[in-house]
């Protein structure tokens, strides 16, 4: 089909103002930093969509096909079909006219094209606005199942009392299997193990209990409380991640935000790239993850996990990308929103396969992890707002 004709009105044309490529986003995200009308000009960097479908209401709307992760390419595949690649990083280039493969990067020669293969996205209505405001949320378990003490109720307290990391937010919450004062009167939201599903497995490496079930509770009891709706993102912090809200409201203030819902990855390299220490969604991604929570338990084998249960069960993490991947969600790379030992990616070479490195916080991405001890946890903070 063509484009809209300028007959069509100007809602078409907004429309087409709207549509970007979901594989050049990148430039969008590059530019967070820029007001609307300097970002007006990267439209004739990122290209418009120039394929329509007409709904039964006569108005254009753009083509979007959410695609799971499982269904797209690998490295070593022809991505031309697909349009998308698995690993986080990677990006779908044609080579000719037939084939594309999935790379970090793309240097086009007299035999490679490297023309920039992805599908589109619509994205919301109000686009145009910047979108700063963030409900922020941790949650706290006393019953870890692991052997190693846990410091997260100290480490919350310290951060409640210097009104930081989550409490910096415009809105936050602290979730919990117990009622515990956290100073000042305030007191940890406690949710309930109603199916039973909080401590059926432990992970082998730190004895600790696998996460998914006291989470999906605790994505419920936001949704519950309704305190959300009023703002733009949805972020988890994990308490032993120093965040800085306002870098990461900076960052993302003019990142796009689809119809459907955006997550944002945050380690690159690897099939799966949302990692828990600090999970920010927009307000539609988290809607659409809660309203679609209960089935996606019993669709995804989250108690067995992927590979065939080669790495135990799904974390909390991996379970909310999947399920938000096989809803429509779509996921916006934003690599450097955090600085994170988890992320093999993150670490120096020689540090490539230290599992427990972490940051000397001489750095300004708005979260570093992790920090488990209270005096590391405020070295690291003052270490990072002195740059």
């Known amino acids: 089909m063509t484009p809209p004709s300028p007959g069509k009105g100007r809602k078409a044309l907004a429309t087409l103002g709207a549509t970007f490529l979901l594989g050049c986003l990148v430039a969008v995200v590059s530019n967070s930093g820029r007001s609307p009308a300097q970002k007006g000009s990267d439209k004739a960097i990122i290209g418009l969509d120039t394929e329509a479908n007409q709904v039964e209401s006569g108005q254009f709307s753009w083509q979007i096909v959410p695609r799971e ?4 390419s690998s490295g070593s595949e022809n991505c031309m079909a697909t349009k998308c690649c698995k690993a986080s990083g990677f990006h779908c280039y044609a080579k000719d006219d037939e084939v594309a493969h999935c790379t970090k990067t793309c240097s086009p020669s007299a035999t490679n094209l490297c023309s920039p293969l992805s599908e589109t996205m619509q994205l919301e209505a109000d686009y145009m606005n910047p979108a700063r405001s963030l409900f922020c949320f941790s949650l706290y378990a006393q019953d870890t199942g692991s052997p190693t003490p846990s410091y997260e109720v100290e480490l919350l307290t310290e951060q409640f009392k210097r ?6 937010c415009e809105q936050y919450e602290v979730y919990s299997d117990v009622e515990i004062s956290l100073g000042g009167g305030f007191l940890t ?8 599903d909080w401590h059926f497995a432990k992970r082998k490496e730190t004895g600790a209990w696998v996460n998914t079930g006291i989470f999906i509770r605790a994505w419920k009891s936001v949704k519950e409380s309704g ?3 009023n703002y733009e993102w949805v972020v988890k912090v994990d308490p032993d991640a120093v965040f800085v809200p306002e870098r990461l409201r900076d960052r993302i203030q003019w990142m796009p935000r689809t119809i459907n819902g955006v997550m944002l990855q945050n380690c690159q390299y690897v099939d799966y790239g949302f990692f828990g220490s600090l999970e920010v969604l927009s307000k539609r991604a988290f809607e659409v993850l809660v309203d679609n929570v209960d089935t996606c338990y019993t669709q995804i084998d989250w108690k067995v996990g992927i590979k065939h249960g080669k790495y135990g ?7 909310m990308e999947i399920c938000m991947e096989k809803n429509g969600v779509n996921k916006v790379e934003a690599f450097d929103i955090t600085t994170d030992g988890a992320c093999e990616a993150k670490r120096p070479t020689d540090q490539a396969k230290n599992k427990k490195w972490h940051s ?16 590391e946890w405020v070295q690291c903070l003052e270490a990072t707002l002195a740059q």
């Open 360 to 375: 000397d916080c001489k750095v300004m991405t708005p979260a570093m992890h992790p920090f488990k001890k209270p005096d």
């Open 313 to 319: 069960p799904m974390g909390e993490d991996l379970f």
């Open 227 to 229: 305190k959300y709706t």
């Open 69 to 72: 992760r499982d269904l797209c």
């Open 189 to 196: 939201k406690v949710i309930t193990d109603e199916k039973g």
């Open 163 to 168: 009104k930081a990391s989550i409490f910096a």
